[in-house]
T-cell receptor, first 114, second 112 residues
Framework: DAKTTQPTSMDCAEGRAANLPCNHS???????VYWYRQIHSQGPQYIIH???NNETNEMASLIITEDRKSSTLILPHATLRDTAVYYC???????????????FGTGTRLQVTL | GAVVSQHPSWVICKSGTSVKIECRSL??????MFWYRQFPKQSLMLMAT?????????EQGVEKDKFLINHASLTLSTLTVTSAHPEDSSFYIC????????FGSGTRLTVV
């Protein structure tokens, strides 16, 4: 699986948009970009994933560059409850035959402040 | 959405005893489940992949005789930490490959 690079930490004011970048320059054509977050002492929570088109759901938006070498997760209106470690992972989709394992990097620790 | 139920949430055991952790997929069938371990202030590390009806696949450096994995059905995978020692104290998390790789809530194991 391709490796990802994320900033170690970021701060965001409550109510503002949080933009979390991720580099994945060695991504393969059949690999998706997944985003998860982990709040302290809990299991990771799925946020969003995409292949090459931008995606949006009730939690966030995912912007993938045209060359797919990087992406940005956008939390449109961050709240204190969004404080967590955010992981960007690239992997084959779970529905493409044998499930592909997810390899977690160190992630970005997002601190949302008042 | 998909739910993975993991039990227990926390367990304290004496050194030398064994502990079983269960992971159930409640609303989807999982022929594969992933088991991770997370030490304090570190990221999740994949330990093994459990496969329904066959042997688990262990990551390099993980002792298969110490961490016994059984995938009894399409909805249940278990991890047994045998002869636990204090260095096995960690946060163990399972995951099922549904649409978004759903994770359990984790099990905090403390070996005293």
């Amino acid at each position: 699986d391709a490796k990802t690079t994320q900033p170690t930490s970021m701060d965001c004011a409550e109510g503002r948009a949080a933009n979390l970048p991720c580099n994945h320059s060695t991504i393969s054509g059949n690999e998706y970009v997944y985003w998860y977050r982990q709040i302290h002492s809990q299991g990771p929570q799925y946020i969003i994933h995409g292949l090459k088109n931008n995606e949006t759901n009730e939690m966030a938006s995912l912007i993938i560059t045209e060359d797919r070498k990087s992406s940005t997760l956008i939390l449109p209106h961050a709240t204190l409850r969004d404080t967590a470690v955010y992981y960007c992972i690239v992997s084959r989709h779970s529905y493409t035959g044998t499930a592909s394992k997810l390899t977690f990097g160190t992630g970005t620790r997002l601190q949302v402040t008042l | 959405g998909a739910v993975v139920s993991q039990h227990p949430s926390w367990v304290i055991c004496k050194s030398g005893t064994s502990v079983k952790i269960e992971c159930r997929s409640l609303d989807f069938q999982a022929t594969t489940m992933f088991w991770y371990r997370q030490f304090p202030k570190q990221s999740l590390m994949l330990m093994a992949t459990s496969n329904e009806g066959s042997k688990a696949t262990y990551e390099q450096g993980v002792e298969k005789d110490k961490f016994l994995i059984n995938h009894a059905s399409l909805t249940l995978s278990t991890l047994t930490v045998t002869s636990a020692h204090p260095e096995d104290s960690s946060f163990y998390i399972c995951s099922g490959p549904d649409y978004g790789y759903t994770f359990g809530s984790g099990t905090r194991l403390t070996v005293v």
